[in-house]
């Protein structure tokens, strides 16, 4: 059984930064598409971030220059790096797996998703 846990999330002003983590059970990232989403009250959940197993990345316009998406593959942990945060930024963020080497920024693709984690900027 997949299981991702997310941390690090919490308050900041705007224009502070924060370091999301992902860590996993039962698997290795190797092989796997992982990403971050976020969604917004009321929202659909949206791309963030996403990483293919051989370190590919892509970005949301939104936060593209602003958030930098990584893995460790020796730990098995995913991060995303937010920098110059927004009050629009707020939302909850979620880390998501994808047996699959190849990535998509789609929700509908993702099959293991981790409890979420909340970010709250302030001004």
């Known amino acids: 059984q997949v299981r991702l846990v997310e941390s690090g999330g919490g308050s900041v002003q705007t224009g502070g930064s924060l370091t999301l983590s992902c860590g996993a059970s039962?698997?290795?990232?190797?092989?796997?598409?992982m990403a971050w989403f976020r969604q917004f009250p009321g929202k659909e959940r949206e791309a963030v971030a996403t990483?293919?197993?051989?370190?590919?990345?892509a970005y949301a316009d939104s936060v593209k220059g602003r958030f930098t998406i990584s893995k460790d593959n020796a730990k098995d942990i995913l991060y995303l790096q937010m920098n110059n945060l927004k009050a629009e930024d707020t939302a909850v963020y979620y880390c998501?797996?994808?047996?699959?080497?190849?990535?998509?920024?789609?929700?509908?693709?993702?099959?293991?998703w981790g409890q979420g984690t909340q970010v709250t900027v302030s001004s």
């Open positions: 998501a797996a994808r047996k699959s080497g190849t990535c998509y920024m789609q929700k509908e693709v993702f099959g293991h």
């Open positions: 990483i293919d197993f051989d370190g590919v990345t």
């Open positions: 039962a698997y290795r990232y190797s092989g796997f598409c």
